[in-house]
Nanobody
Framework: QSRFVESGGGLVQPGGSLRLSCVAS????????LGWFRQAPGKEREGVAC??????????HYVDSVQGRFTISRDNDANTMYLQMNRLRPEDTAVYSC?????????????????WGQGTRVTVSS
């Protein structure tokens, strides 16, 4: 089965940091755009970051709520993508998951996203 396997979640205090990883299993992520998503309790899933499959000036996108705090990256040789999360807030608490995308034009809604992983839980609390 071709999907991502997420890891790196946990409990962290406000202001802390976590680094999430997504390893592609059964497929190669090199030619896909990639997105990180989260679903908070009682809320719909939303895309928070997207990275294209090429290095261009517009290759990386963030929603306003994580801009300047989260960093998305990819390592095609390792078939892995990452989300570095700094200055975490209680409102960042959610299950985080990753998926491939055709591009970043509609990543917030997760349109045409595939290869979903099972998610990793992030809890920001003192």
């Amino acid at each position: 089965q071709s999907r991502f396997v997420e890891s790196g979640g946990g409990l962290v205090q406000p202001g802390g940091s976590l680094r999430l990883s997504c390893v592609a299993s059964g497929f190669t992520l090199e030619y896909y755009a990639l997105g990180w998503f989260r679903q908070a309790p009682g809320k719909e899933r939303e895309g928070v970051a997207c990275i294209l499959d090429r290095e261009t000036a517009d290759a990386i996108h963030y929603v306003d709520s994580v801009q300047g705090r989260f960093t998305i990256s990819r390592d095609n040789d390792a078939n892995t993508m990452y989300l570095q999360m700094n200055r975490l807030r209680p409102e960042d608490t959610a299950v985080y998951s990753c998926a491939t995308l055709p591009d970043c034009s509609a990543y917030v809604r997760g349109r045409d996203a595939e290869h979903w992983g099972q998610g990793t839980r992030v809890t920001v609390s003192s």
